[in-house]
């Protein structure tokens, strides 16, 4: 009698392994030969999340920036574009120095997310890009979708905007 359940329980723990072994193996396996195309901005959702805004000038706020893939699975192999632009002016918003990018990729519905970073500047000051849009661009793509931008001035430093990106970041397991 002993002997079924035991039996059981080690072809209940074998398959378990296995199992475990084989969804591990099998999404590595995917993730190699056909990894998917880059993500479109037109084919994710994208969240601008709540920010920790900068109060006042001279202080640093960060913005969360979420991707949800609605559409077939795609890679981000590289940092989001992100340009600020305030009127006719448009400036480039650098990769976070020392940040490395990494491949990510997303099947339907998996997310990813990434900071912008930025100092604030004073409003009306010509050190200051008073940044009213906010566009993001995928790695990979040309295709752009812009976002208000409500979070005051941004400082300048040297030709460009006292701000940075950061590396993609894979949300959930």
Same mark, same amino acid.
């Given at each position: 009698?002993?002997?079924?359940?035991?039996?059981?329980?080690?072809?209940?723990?074998?398959?378990?392994? =296995?199992?475990?072994?084989?969804?591990?193996?099998?999404?590595?396996?995917?993730?190699?030969?056909?990894?998917?195309?880059?993500?479109?901005?037109?084919?994710?959702? !994208?969240?601008?999340?709540?920010?920790?805004?900068?109060?006042?000038?001279?202080?640093?706020?960060?913005?969360?920036?979420?991707?949800?893939?609605?559409?077939?699975?795609?890679?981000?192999?590289?940092?989001?574009?992100?340009?600020?632009?305030?009127?006719? =002016?448009?400036?480039? !918003?650098? !990769?976070?120095?020392?940040?490395?990018?990494?491949?990510?990729?997303?099947?339907?519905?998996?997310?990813?997310?990434?900071?912008?970073?930025?100092?604030?500047?004073?409003?009306?000051?010509?050190?200051?890009?008073?940044?009213?849009?906010?566009?993001?661009?995928?790695?990979? =793509?040309?295709?752009?979708?812009?976002?208000?931008?409500?979070?005051?001035?941004?400082?300048?430093?040297?030709?460009?905007?006292?701000?940075?990106?950061?590396?993609?970041?894979?949300?959930?397991?």
């Amino acid at each position: 009698m002993r002997a079924i359940p035991l039996t059981v329980t080690a072809l209940a723990a074998a398959l378990l392994l =296995t199992a475990c072994n084989g969804g591990g193996s099998g999404s590595k396996k995917s993730g190699g030969g056909n990894s998917g195309s880059a993500c479109e901005i037109g084919k994710v959702s !994208v969240q601008i999340g709540s920010a920790s805004v900068a109060p006042g000038a001279g202080d640093t706020g960060e913005i969360p920036v979420s991707l949800t893939n609605q559409s077939a699975r795609c890679t981000l192999d590289d940092f989001a574009g992100v340009v600020l632009g305030a009127g006719g =002016t448009e400036a480039k !918003v650098p !990769v976070l120095k020392g940040a490395q990018a990494q491949k990510l990729k997303l099947n339907k519905g998996d997310s990813a997310s990434f900071t912008i970073a930025y100092v604030r500047g004073k409003a009306g000051d010509k050190t200051s890009l008073d940044a009213k849009t906010v566009k993001i661009t995928l790695p990979g =793509t040309t295709a752009s979708r812009s976002f208000p931008w409500s979070y005051g001035p941004v400082a300048l430093q040297g030709s460009g905007p006292n701000a940075s990106v950061s590396a993609f970041q894979q949300v959930g397991d």
